[in-house]
């Protein structure tokens, strides 16, 4: 199921001589994956001097606390032990860390179809986050969010096809075993969906019990690691240029069940890292090295997402802040960078600090994804639904960011220069003939093939508007996702994996 | 006066430790004109092969409808009269036109400090626009707009600093009358700022009587031409390839008026101009290029801003949609496109379709502002204020719009990389003393120096904004508009020159 089919055909009384050409192409114009990269915020010396400066930091500044395991394989894979307790990671080791790193792979969804292939220039929008709140529907003001918001958003996000995989976007609060947490999060991702999906693990013990959870769901023990369609969000370096043991230990856990992992970096621009663009990149990059150096040293090759996430904090009040314009180009330079690097990069962009959904939502939203998505980043995390400085989740939201990336999308794919699509003859043949385009073969094609033509968004005229009730994209979203909240109550669990669930887990 | 003297400190209770850093920086981090281009849409062969389509069309089709007193200044610099009423305009005499034409040239304000100086890869922001009715800042509905709304809007303008030039953006309807419509509007302009403005001419028998009133302004006959504050924006070429009588005359008298004149090309895609993106591009640089061998054959290297402006029609309704996708990506084409020819760019974005001021329209406007100006486009129109697929103008929108500008010039400004901005040392020191980078002598730098804080966006959490009344933007923007109208009520025009325009002209 997705969004098109719940879509109500759009009348268009207005114009009767177009009515014939009203109904939705068929075909979408711009689906996920278009091609990014066409936006370069660095020139190519200034990425080298940044990725010296990276080296330079991993080989003399090197990295601290370094858990005992880690520093075994580390060491044995060419590091070095400083004087002190850290660790010094040489440019020929970061090499061949890179040099090992798959250019792409794929992140299985349960449904193939749903599968995507992540690297090179394409691009996706998804999900991250971890919102300890929700925009109440009903209210329209923020309460903690639940083990039911998750269900729902997950349920939501299953029909909105730009959405390419979806990551638990809520903490369930009202759950506060941190093991039933993991456990009743990832059945809430297997219940409600069949996209490829993410989710974190608070404790390494916690990854081997809720993995066979996902081996009843792929259909027996061991299936999921031959088809892993979960991928696991860490964040094994803490900001400034040291490991973090716990999350290190799920790295490893992980890795010994073929969980493709997603290392990230979220240093803050003047807390944890320079609040200078440059040696925020320097820094944020060195430490983003550092965890696939560490994946590398345990298994070479191993599919990670590289999410080097520049984030920002206000100066006046010392609080993250998501959507500005420092945040934009930091995110699209990170893009870059890990691409310039063979990387699969990953960004936290569309971010915004509105917490109504309004115009500076859309606005930062609007700027923070573009140029994130320009300049080639391959997952754009935190892409929908996502408000508050990432306190938030909404559920208009995510009907909302799921219609904008479309529009990016389709800036995205750019303008194709062919002699059909320069058209010259066709050109000549109007001007000399009706004086117009309107209801030629060329016009009609393209207006199918190359045009996106919105669901949500209000192109009425002034009046028509108002005569309709005056109304503001959010409300048109709230009752768009009410409807489909309402219609769309998935069950990707057949009645027996259900059962063989409940009765290995406490499912809540 | 500028919008920043308007704003009351900010308070910053919450984090006393920070309390001392709370004022805004006395220095704009990102003012107008910073230099775009790090995206190009377009590739080197597609950029040539858009451009041989388009000599091909001035060549071999040729234009249609020529007025005999263009015809004759065209066929003496080089076109040629084709069989039928169409003249040729040959790739040599267009190669003419683009090297006399200056690559940068100054729009004059007033006040000298407001001048600014167009082409290169510079970004301004500024108006376009003729908008027949205005979002009612009582009602919240839309109304014909009248003189007192231009007035209102210029002398709102007048406060924001990242609007860098005024064209009135929309029309006085209470103002039947043509000539004393344009005599209202270029008073509207004198009397409320000092800007660089631009106005439209609905006649050429109009431009000599109000250059009248701009002498008067400027302090004398013949005073006006000396240092033009105005430009006049002009549609001479009517798509598909023929030019409109009315608007060559009008460029006729600007030209021996000395105004400065943007030319525009307005086609839409799939009515006036091919529904597939390039051809549309070859089309409209086509049409640009006879504006501009135009001006060139009646006056070499005059200052034009070389406007081509890609629309897009709805295809389900046939009606002008501003805020899509293809819109963005076509507008950042013809940026890359004429500045690739060493022209000064003119492209309208930052438009939207949305009524409400609401998510819709700050994604619309953010994506679109943000493709041109990457683009490098030099005058970026229709890009503050504008609603309503052009049809409304809103004061809320102004305010709204001049803030996000300072996101957008912020992540043009990019990311300085030099040794100093890298900080290895820095970074180094921090690790290895404090741990972290907060109230550092280089972060506190970087914070005043690099950093945009945002003076109407709300980055409060969730519940200080519940707590605060669950403001959204288009409220806060509405109460700082009435706050500006209330207090801003300048007098550009001293008694003297007031008295001595009334007495020549009708003010209503």
């Known amino acids: 199921m997705t969004d098109d089919t719940l ?11 177009l009515a014939q050409r009203a109904a939705p192409p068929v075909v979408n114009p711009a689906p996920p994956g278009q091609l990014g990269g066409a936006y370069k915020p660095l020139t190519d010396p200034e990425l080298s001097a940044i990725y010296a400066t990276a080296l330079r930091l991993l080989e003399h500044l090197g990295m601290g606390e370094v858990p005992d395991r880690l520093a075994a ?12 307790a850290r660790i010094s990671i040489p440019p020929a080791l970061v090499g061949d860390a890179i040099a090992a790193a798959p250019r792409t792979f794929t992140l299985h969804g349960r449904d ?14 998804g999900t991250g986050g971890a919102a300890v709140q929700a925009l109440d529907l009903e209210t329209q003001r923020y309460r903690a969010s639940t083990l039911r918001d998750l269900h729902d958003f997950t349920r939501l996000q299953d029909t909105l096809t730009n959405i390419s995989w979806f990551t638990r976007c809520c903490i369930a609060t009202d759950v506060p075993d941190e093991y039933a947490l993991d456990v009743n999060t990832a059945y809430a991702l297997m219940k409600n969906t069949t996209k490829p999906v993410a989710t974190a693990f608070t404790l390494a013990e916690n990854v081997a019990p809720i993995v066979e959870m996902f081996d009843i769901t792929a259909g027996g023990k061991g299936e999921f690691a031959k088809r892993p369609f979960v991928k696991a969000h860490i964040s094994p370096v803490i900001s400034p240029m040291r490991y973090g043991e716990d999350a290190v230990d799920v790295v490893f856990e992980c890795i010994a069940h073929n969980i493709p992992i997603s290392c990230i970096t979220a240093a803050q621009a003047g807390a944890t890292a320079p609040a ?5 990149l320097a820094q944020s990059l ?91 980043g391959n997952l754009i995390y935190e892409s929908s639904g996502m408000t508050a400085s990432l306190l938030g989740a909404s559920f208009e939201g995510f009907i909302l960011d799921n219609e904008m990336h479309s529009a990016t999308y389709r800036a995205l794919r750019g303008i194709e220069v062919s002699d059909e699509n320069l058209g010259y003859e066709a050109i000549c043949a109007a001007v000399l003939g009706e004086g117009h385009f309107l209801g030629g073969a060329q016009t009609l094609q393209a207006m199918e093939r190359d045009y996106v033509y919105p669901a ?53």
Chains 1, 2 share one sequence.
């Not at 394989?73 to 002190?84: D, E, K, N």
């Not at 609080?319 to 960078?337: D, K, M, T, Y």
């Open 286 to 376: 060195a430490e983003t090295l550092a965890s696939l150096v560490m994946v590398h040293a345990i298994r070479p090759g191993y599919p990670m997402v590289f999410s080097n996430w520049p984030l920002v904090i206000d100066l006046r009040t010392g609080a993250f802040a998501g959507g500005g314009g420092e945040i934009a180009v930091l995110n699209a330079a990170s893009a870059q960078l890990s691409n310039w690097l063979g990387l699969v990069s990953g960004v936290a962009c569309s971010m915004t600090d509105a917490k109504a959904i309004d115009a500076q939502y859309g606005a930062e939203k609007g700027i923070t994804s573009l140029a994130a998505a320009l300049a080639g």
């Open 73 to 84: 394989v580390l060491l044995a894979a060419g590091a070095r032990q400083m004087p002190g």
């Open 7 to 17: 879509t109500a055909p759009r009348r268009s009384g207005r114009r009767a001589r």
């Open 276 to 280: 200078t663009l440059a040696g925020f």
């Open 456 to 508: 949500l968004a209000d192109r009425e005229n002034p009046r028509t508007w108002a005569d309709n009730g005056a109304s503001d994209a959010w409300g048109r979203a709230r009752m768009r996702a009410q409807e489909i909240l309402a219609k769309h109550h998935p069950t990707y669990l057949s009645p027996e994996q259900d059962a063989a669930i409940r009765k290995a887990f406490t499912i809540l």
């Open 112 to 125: 193939p179809a749903r599968s995507i292939t992540v690297g090179g220039r394409a691009v996706h929008f």
